[in-house]
């Protein structure tokens, strides 16, 4: 329907028809208000026709429905430079935004504040500066921002913001105070008491998280956190839920305080099983493995925790911690194979590659790593002899094949190349390069003739030399 009242529409324009094509237009903007095509063409009329507050009205609705439109910020500009100078600057802020220069955009939003004393406009331009400088890494700037806004009219999302901000730069200090003041602005909101009751949780002020808690579970966590065990069993015990990762996380907890080490790892495990991949597992293992004196479980785990945070040059360090307090255990060896394989260092995965290999002779994984490597280091009887071993444990890996026998080609071992390539095929017809394999496996059909020719022509001409005696 939109597209066919724009056609006709523009049918109209074409003949200069200009009243008939904006009432069609006019009345059809219930129906069509949503549509961006709609609004740029009607927009585009009313500005051909001097309409200006109509023109206006309708690049608005479009830059609403659509914030990347760059023609309705440009055409916005051009209203507003001559009857509205805060809202041409916002307008032109966002227009350097759309193009990619926030830095630029500073200065406008600047200049907004500047040219009007309305106080939702001030504080509208004050919270688009704020972003603007946050998005820049001027974040103390952005900071002093978002508190002239409060001074201006409190407002949770603000409160919030500050205290994010603060607690990223690692000012618990400050963000404690500014939820201090939030809470007391908006006592019937639980989601600031909570933040501030987590807060001072993390400073150690158990009595004070105690007082700004709204639930159970950050009660029983303070409780724990305190040493009160007993209490918190109690309140454990009023919110059972088995399949609640909190409630879980929270049960480990205080068998771990409590010293129970055998009913700690199994909620441990449960938590894993309610929340796989969670680094606090692992962080939760490793402490049990702590208080145990298992250096190597501590370590290793605590790698773990690192890893799942994305933190490998962390998990990378405490990897080899466990290595060193045990070198006979393979995992931490294959997590340490794991990061040096993503960071590309070829020097230590050799080394950790022939240390998995010692420790588990028949690890097809650590063969083939080890002959990779020696592939890159243009070392191709050294990589074979590790191909070899590992073909003989999976004699159906076509990939191996297919770096066999690349390696053979370059020793200038071509029947053993030709062999393995056509094992390839045979194992993976419809892989991507097997069509170039092929080519190549005809070369060296080519090749194996002509020397065939060469060696039968040179024994004739010395057969035929001994019967001219």
């Not at 370590?299 to 994305?310: I, R, V």
Request: charged residues 30%; contains cysteine; aromatic residues 12%.
């Amino acid at each position: 329907m939109s597209n066919g009242i724009i056609m006709q529409a523009q049918m109209l324009i074409d003949n200069e028809d200009y009243d008939k094509a904006y009432e069609m237009l006019t009345k059809a903007y219930d129906k069509l208000k949503e549509d961006a095509e709609y609004l740029e063409q009607i927009a585009l009329l009313a500005k051909t026709m001097d309409k200006n507050e109509d023109a206006a009205k309708y690049w608005e609705e479009l830059v609403v429905i659509n914030p990347n439109s760059l023609v309705g910020y440009s055409e916005l500009l051009d209203i507003y430079n001559n009857t509205n100078k805060y809202k041409y600057y916002i307008t032109r802020a966002k227009y350097k935004i759309l193009n990619e220069k926030v830095s630029q955009s500073i200065d406008d939003y600047k200049k907004a504040i500047s040219s009007t004393t309305e106080e939702s406009e001030q504080i509208n331009a004050r919270f688009l500066l704020a972003k603007a400088l946050e998005h820049v890494g001027k974040v103390q700037e952005a900071i002093d921002e978002y508190f002239r806004i409060i001074e201006l009219k409190d407002d949770i999302a603000i409160y919030h913001k500050l205290a994010d901000l603060y607690s990223e730069m690692g000012d618990r200090f400050s963000a404690i105070s500014v939820l201090e003041k939030a809470v007391k602005a908006f006592p019937e909101v639980p989601t600031l008491a909570e933040y501030l009751s987590a807060l001072y949780l993390k400073e150690g002020q158990y009595d004070k998280s105690l007082e700004h808690a709204t639930n159970d579970y950050s009660r029983i966590k303070a409780y724990l956190m305190k040493g009160e065990n007993q209490t918190a069993f109690e309140l454990l015990e009023k919110n059972v839920d088995e399949k609640n990762a909190n409630y879980i996380a929270l049960m480990a907890e205080y068998y771990f305080n409590t010293k129970d080490w055998t009913k700690t790892t199994e909620y441990i495990d449960k938590f894993n099983e309610l929340s796989p991949q969670n680094p606090l597992v692992y962080q939760m293992r490793a402490l049990v493995c702590d208080e145990n004196g298992d250096d190597y479980g501590y370590h290793y785990n605590m790698g773990k925790c690192y890893s799942y945070k994305q933190n490998y040059d962390l998990a990378l360090a405490e990897y080899l911690n466990a290595h060193r307090y045990d070198a006979t255990k393979a995992d931490a060896i294959k997590e340490i194979i794991k990061i040096n394989e993503s960071m590309g260092d070829k020097t230590s995965l050799m080394e950790f590659y022939e240390k998995l290999v010692r420790q588990e002779p028949e690890n097809t994984f650590a063969l083939k790593g080890l002959g990779d490597i020696y592939t890159d280091l243009y070392e191709f009887r050294n990589a074979l002899e590790y191909y070899k071993k590992a073909e003989k444990l999976n004699s159906n890996d076509y990939e191996l094949f297919s770096k066999m026998a690349f390696a053979c080609e370059k020793v200038k071992d071509m029947a053993s190349a030709k062999e393995y390539y056509e094992k390839y095929l045979a194992k993976a017809p419809l892989s991507p390069d097997s069509e170039k394999i092929k080519e190549k496996l005809a070369k060296m059909g080519d090749v194996a003739a002509n020397a065939v020719q060469e060696e039968e022509g040179f024994i004739d001409r010395i057969m035929s030399f001994f019967s001219k005696k």
